[in-house]
């Protein structure tokens, strides 16, 4: 079975730190990889998505970049964070492009101070 | 615009009662169209979803939706609701792009 894993779990930074949150799926080959940010009463927010390796679409201009170097590993970084950069951020995959069902990890809560 | 409503943000209910969470979406063609539920503090997980068929969808722990064109809605409903039912649940739609399009949630408390 497929499973999806993000780390670390919490994360506490500075502002202007540098970021680095990772995903990796298992059990499945060439997902698509998606990055969600989830504020408080505002849902979730698409920031990037990806079809394949080096593959990456951006949704949402900010200091946040995606990579994903393997097929399997999906990377949400910033050179330096701003205070509006907490949130909790989601990872997810699915098979096919937008019409499949997407399937979440279990999240990253980042508090940026 | 293509957009999700979930009308109601707060929702408390008895354990033992019967649950309706509203879910409308507007979409011009024939939706695909999802419930997820969120503990506090978790990813979301899946209840269940639609597609095409029948418009009266089964899902996981219970939860069942009806698609009904006419009204533009998706409503998520349980005969009886446990005190583990306490979570976020959000209804989403695929949209023209192909990029699901989220409803804000709504809470779900449930009395003792």
């Known amino acids: 079975s497929q499973t999806i894993h993000q780390w670390p779990a919490t994360l506490v930074q500075p502002v202007g730190s540098p970021l680095s949150l990772e995903c990796t799926v298992e059990?499945?080959?060439?997902?698509?990889l998606y990055w969600y940010r989830q504020a408080a009463g505002r849902g979730l927010q698409l920031l990037f998505y990806?079809?394949?390796?080096?593959?990456i679409s951006s949704e949402v201009p900010q200091n946040l970049s995606a990579s994903r170097p393997q097929d399997r590993q999906f990377i949400l970084s910033s050179k330096k964070l701003l205070l509006s950069d907490s949130g909790f951020y989601l990872c997810?995959?699915?098979?096919?492009?937008?019409?499949?069902?997407?399937?979440f990890g279990p999240g990253t809560r980042l508090l940026v101070l | 615009a293509q957009s999700v409503t979930q009308p109601d943000i707060h929702i408390t209910v008895s354990e033992g009662a019967s649950l309706e969470l509203r879910c409308n979406y507007s979409?011009?063609?024939?939706?695909?169209l999802f419930w997820y539920v969120q503990s506090p503090g978790q990813g979301l997980q899946l209840l269940l979803k639609?597609?095409?068929?029948d418009t009266l969808v089964q899902g996981i722990k219970g939860f069942e939706a009806e698609f009904k064109r006419s009204q533009s809605s998706f409503n998520l409903r349980k005969p009886s609701v446990h005190w583990s039912d306490a979570a976020e649940y959000f209804c989403?739609?695929?949209?023209?792009?192909?990029?699901?399009?989220w409803g804000l949630g709504t809470s779900l408390a449930v009395n003792p």
């Open positions: 997810a995959w699915s098979v096919r492009w937008g019409l499949e069902t997407q399937y």
């Open positions: 990806s079809v394949g390796i080096g593959q």
């Open positions: 059990g499945t080959s060439n997902p698509n």
């Open positions: 639609y597609f095409s068929g």
């Open positions: 979409y011009g063609a024939t939706p695909y």
């Open positions: 989403a739609v695929v949209g023209n792009n192909r990029k699901l399009i």
